[in-house]
């Protein structure tokens, strides 16, 4: 059966996309990206936002247009909004036929059998709390940055605005053994830098291994050259845990550390368990280790504004804290309201008019801080990987390419031809909030992709 799979939101669901990609490739069917021809579409979903859910369902609005042609068998909700919604779902969609959450995804091939049977609807929101050492082999697809490596699945924290621990459960990490072999796979098949992904990657631990000594492990793997991680959660970035981040040689230095706000009072609200103090001590802890380096670490975070009770005292200090921290970039979002959690039941929710004014200040502040952090790499030479390739409307290629910090760099005046993976040397000569251009000044190494 030729099958084709939409993700929505965070890199979690790109990840499960590829193992239910491969899951579904090893059951004999053929992934496809031509909607039209597609028997199964799967609409991999996320539940964080409420502009997140309606997106979805906008996308099955869409898609009936094949289930009425007759093309399309079997459309399918997967993801945080189907553990969320679960029969909800089939209730009110009667042309959905399959609805399943994160911890089915092992059971992918076995429901769409079901289908076959003629069972409908399917809905099976079963394993969230099932142990997380299966391997999924990754999907044969060609290579393509970010390359994401789940570590652990779910979170403990519990904070009163997320959606998060309901939806995929508790927090469970994989066996390192497992990953390393994931990654070795990755690595033979020419990939040079993996992130390592989970709802908050650093609270790892299997056995004796926490993160730290993961991270190590990772280093030392064979043809891997760079290694990321992400979402990192304050409480868990210890002083061993930063000084590997910054120490160990193949880890890039880019650290994101969301902290939600800048008051003690609404992070109490929150239930982040830290203060800004100790958010703000964290922070300076990881950038000692940098100190005599010409490129500085990135520290980028994720903000929410307008959580209820949050006055303009608490708003301005979170513009205070981000004035004090200079994150090289930001996430900034309106705090929206998630049926189930213990925020959204708060009687002092503010109004989307004072969310969106705040809002709009905030990113201003915050684009004029990573403008001027930006400048400040003109005349630099840095190290780039390139990660994508297009064309401009004279059809001569253009490059994409991503430093060790994270930054994206789009390189121009190229006589040479890249590929996938290459890293170069290049002079950075321009900047805008949010890009670096440059032009390559040596070729470091060729990439191993054919
Ligand atoms: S740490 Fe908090 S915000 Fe992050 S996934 Fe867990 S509950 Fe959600």
């Known amino acids: 059966m030729k099958f084709h799979i939409q993700s929505f939101g965070c890199q979690m669901n790109v990840y499960d996309a590829g193992s239910l990609c491969g899951l579904l490739n090893a059951a004999g069917h053929e992934f496809t990206p031509n909607l039209e021809e597609a028997e ?35 459309l399918g909700v997967c993801g945080c909004m189907g553990q969320k919604e679960g029969e909800r779902l089939t209730d009110s969609i009667s042309f959905l036929d399959l609805v399943m959450g994160p911890g089915a995804i092992g059971s992918i091939a076995r429901l769409v059998e079901a289908l076959e049977r003629g069972e409908r609807p399917v809905i099976d929101l079963t394993g969230l709390d099932e142990d997380f050492d299966e391997f999924h082999p990754p999907a044969d697809e060609a290579i393509h940055y970010p390359r994401f490596v789940s570590i652990m699945k779910g979170c403990d924290k519990k904070c ?46 299997y056995g004796e291994v926490d993160f730290a000594a993961l991270l190590a492990m990772v280093n030392h793997m064979p043809g891997i050259e760079r290694i990321r991680f992400s979402t990192s959660h304050p409480n868990a970035a210890t002083p061993d845990m930063l000084r590997a981040a910054a120490e160990l040689d193949k880890v890039c230095e880019q650290l994101h550390l969301p902290v939600q706000s800048g008051s003690n009072r609404i992070l109490e609200r ?32 994720d903000v929410i504004v307008g959580f209820p009770g949050e006055t303009e005292e608490d708003f301005l200090q979170t513009m205070e804290l981000l004035k004090t921290v200079r994150c090289d970039a930001a996430f900034m979002f309106k705090y929206s309201p998630r049926r189930g959690t213990p925020a959204a039941e708060m009687k002092d929710q503010v109004s989307e008019d004072v ?96």
């Not at 859910?53 to 869409?62: L, N, P, T």
């Open 270 to 301: 929150m239930e982040r368990d830290y203060r800004r103090e100790e958010y703000l001590e964290r922070i300076a802890y990881y950038r000692r280790f940098f100190e005599n380096s010409i490129i500085p670490p990135a520290v980028t975070t």
């Open 355 to 450: 969310k969106a004014e705040r809002l709009e200040r905030l990113i201003k502040l915050q684009h004029e801080i990573s403008h001027q952090l930006n400048n400040a790499f003109i005349g630099k030479q840095v190290e780039v990987m390139v990660e994508r390739i297009g064309a401009d409307s004279q059809g001569a290629a253009v490059y994409e390419a991503r430093l060790r910090t994270g930054r994206t760099l789009k390189l121009g005046e190229s006589e040479e031809a890249y590929r996938i993976g290459d890293l170069i040397k290049v002079n950075v000569t321009d900047s805008s909030s949010y890009t670096l251009y440059g032009i390559p000044c040596e070729r470091k190494a060729k990439s191993i992709v054919a």
């Open 160 to 205: 009163s605005f997320c959606i998060v621990p309901y939806t995929r459960g508790g927090e469970c990490s994989r066996a390192p053994h497992i990953i390393l072999q994931e990654i070795e796979t990755l690595a033979q098949r020419g990939y040079r830098e993996i992130t390592l992904i989970g709802q908050t990657v650093n609270s790892y631990r």
């Open 40 to 74: 199964l579409i799967l609409l991999n979903t996320c539940a964080i936002r409420e502009g997140a859910e309606q997106r979805v369902r906008g996308r099955i609005g869409q898609l009936k247009k094949y289930k009425d042609q007759g093309t399309l068998r079997y």
